[in-house]
């Protein structure tokens, strides 16, 4: 599996802009956030990828789907505290 470590704006824009909202939301910058990918093993053709999320001793994995549902499971996080 591919593990490769990289920030937030190479993201596609969508996904990017969504992200920023999300965070600045919750008192956040995109910043605060280790982001890394690899290949997602769930998916057979390896075109989506598994990104983790990392703040502090934290992390979190979302499956990175075209509809951008990952953005909606971090936020849920979020208003959890689980990254606080």
Partial sequence: MDRHRFNYIDLPIGERAAFELVCARHGFAPVHFDITATDDPDDASHHARLLTIRRGGWA?????????????????????RFFK
């Fill in 60 to 80: 979190q994995s979302y499956h990175e789907d075209q509809a951008g549902h990952w953005i909606r499971q971090f936020e849920t996080d979020l208003n959890c």
